[in-house]
């Protein structure tokens, strides 16, 4: 079965930086490109960003680019999104996704 386990959000001030990590299990890591999600509270499920098998090509949506990051660690079957200048409209619960499987979420809270 493929399992995707996000962790490392929590409480976070305007400004600030988290960093969110990814267990992937079940499948082929290495081989496969992969995503992270996001749903704000009353709105719809959001991609905002991609890395391919590699990790060597990177893609953002414009809400978070030049403040987000995204790698993976192949040997570890681990995702990361690292969030940096975090804003209040950055508030959701994170998934990261093998499309289309998308594992649990861990919830991210920007406020002061």
């Known amino acids: 079965d493929v399992q995707l386990q996000a962790s490392g959000g929590g409480l976070v001030q305007p400004g600030g930086s988290l960093t969110l990590s990814c267990a992937a299990s079940?499948?082929?890591?290495?081989?496969?490109?992969m995503t992270w999600l996001r749903q704000a509270p009353g709105k719809r499920l959001e991609w905002i960003s991609g890395?391919?098998?590699?990790?060597?090509?990177?893609t953002y949506a414009d809400s978070v680019k030049g403040r987000f990051t995204i790698s993976r660690d192949n040997a570890k079957n681990t995702l990361y999104l690292h969030m940096s200048n975090l804003k209040p409209e950055d508030t959701a619960v994170y998934y990261c996704?093998?499309?289309?499987?998308r594992g649990k979420g861990t919830l991210v809270t920007v406020s002061s």
């Open positions: 996704s093998k499309p289309p499987s």
């Open positions: 079940g499948f082929t890591f290495s081989s496969l490109p």
């Open positions: 890395i391919d098998s590699g990790g060597t090509r990177p």
